[in-house]
């Protein structure tokens, strides 16, 4: 029995040893980063650099210079901030994602910025991200996953030592181990809510609108058309989005402020493109009411470029409905008034009123589709169509 204990004892000095600690906070002046810090950095580090190098990285230096103007102003309003350079990346792909990496290269993803609706919007999200490169989240989370590890391991040590002793059992049951997992995910829940606090603060101090905070999560909850999974933000541990949207909700009550910058125009000129390009990855996926949602944005523009209009008839091709065919020949023939060289406009317009029996009307825009895009791959069946389409009736 008593070599029992003394291993149970063994076990339970190197769990301690093994555990690190998670009171962590931002990195002060002079301080040395720890080695499992270091290392975090390398890898980090490994990671920025393909991502700057990926081919879904969106290359618009008006946007970057825009983004990184905004992330700025934010990070200026952090306690603990160092010198460390803020990098931002955006990512082509049309679901609903951000992430900042210890070194401080925040990740956006486009499906995400064509969501938000104004500045202030985008500088809650820039600081909540913010926030956990400044606080260190990722060294943190690290330290917590491998002291749980610690804590299986001992569970497991302790465990075989109860097959020994049946009375082991109640110490290292199923109920501690369920205890254990809702201990990490609270943990998760933690940090967000630390980094929801910290952002919020520095938009405000940044001079924005704490009311337009709260939209983020809002518009997030939105899962239009895409993976079905808890969160539609934050595909695992993160606590849901109706529980952010109720902490930013409790923020600006007690912030008890009203006024600030909001920059809705601003932002909308500087995303245009971006959602444009969205809407297409958004349709290509047949993703009904996202891509719809894009459309709209693009049209309520003060000039709808001729690009909106098309995408609006490629949207009311997805659609399918019975007013489809007619709906998206008049948004492409819209879009070929507004730019009478869009080749693509042309061509689809041709290939709807073909569909719609308008036979010589359909001839003329695939002939001027082939004029403006003689190099086209399917020239060959474009001219087929006019050949057919100018037969005499038999």
Same mark, same amino acid.
Not at 129 to 134: C, D, G, K, N, S
Not at 282 to 288: E, K, N
């Given at each position: 029995m008593r070599s029992r204990w003394l291993l149970a004892g063994a076990l339970l000095a190197a769990f301690l040893e093994a555990c690190q600690s998670t009171e962590i906070g931002p990195l002060g002046a002079g301080e040395t980063r720890a080695p499992d810090e270091l290392?975090?950095?390398?890898?980090?580090? =490994?990671?920025?650099?393909r991502v700057s190098k990926s081919e879904a990285r969106v290359d618009e230096p008006a946007l970057q210079a825009y983004l990184e103007g905004v992330a700025g102003k934010v990070y200026a309003g952090m306690p603990g901030r160092t010198a460390d350079e803020i990098r931002i990346h955006v990512m082509r792909t049309p679901f609903l994602n951000a992430s900042a990496s210890p070194t401080g290269t925040v990740i956006l993803h486009s499906g995400l910025l064509a969501r938000l609706e104004d500045e202030a919007e985008l500088a809650t999200l820039l600081g909540h991200?913010? $926030?956990?490169?400044?606080s260190r989240h990722s060294l943190r989370e690290k330290r917590m996953r491998e002291n749980a590890l610690?804590? /299986? /391991?001992?569970a497991g040590g302790l465990l075989s030592i109860a097959l020994m002793n049946p009375i082991f059992m109640e110490i290292v049951g199923s109920e501690q181990s369920e205890s254990l997992e809702r201990q990490l995910?609270?943990?998760? /829940? =933690?940090?967000? /809510?630390?980094a929801d606090l910290a952002g919020f603060e520095a938009m405000r101090a940044a001079g924005y609108d704490v009311r337009r905070s709260v939209r983020l999560f809002e518009a997030v909850?939105?899962?239009?058309?895409? $993976?079905?999974?808890?969160? %539609?933000? !934050?595909?695992?541990?993160? %606590?849901?989005?109706?529980e952010r949207a109720a902490h930013y909700r409790e923020l600006i009550s007690a912030a008890s402020s009203s006024g600030g910058e909001v920059g809705s125009e601003r932002y909308a000129a500087h995303v245009e493109k971006l959602i444009e390009a969205n809407v297409r990855d958004?349709?290509?996926?047949?993703?009904?009411r996202s891509s719809k949602a894009g459309v709209e944005r693009l049209l309520a523009r003060p =000039? %709808?470029?001729?690009? $909106? !209009?098309?995408?609006?008839?490629d949207w009311h091709r997805l659609a399918g409905d019975a007013s489809s065919p007619a709906l998206a020949a008049e948004a492409y023939a819209k879009a070929a008034r507004l730019d009478p060289k869009h080749a693509a406009a042309a061509r689809a317009n041709g290939l709807a009123l073909r569909g719609l029996g308008q036979n010589a009307a359909a001839a003329a825009e695939l002939s001027r589709a082939i004029a403006l895009d003689p190099e086209a791959a399917d020239r060959p069946i474009l001219e087929a169509f006019v050949r057919e389409l100018e037969a005499p009736a038999p």
């Open positions: 290392a975090l950095w390398d890898e980090s580090k =490994e990671w920025d650099e991200e913010l $926030a956990h490169f400044v610690a804590k /299986r /391991r001992l995910r609270g943990y998760s /829940r =933690e940090l967000e /809510r630390e909850l939105i899962d239009d058309d895409g $993976a079905k999974v808890p969160d %539609p933000y !934050y595909w695992a541990d993160h %606590p849901s989005m109706e958004d349709l290509g996926l047949a993703r009904v =000039e %709808p470029s001729a690009e $909106a !209009y098309f995408l609006l008839g």
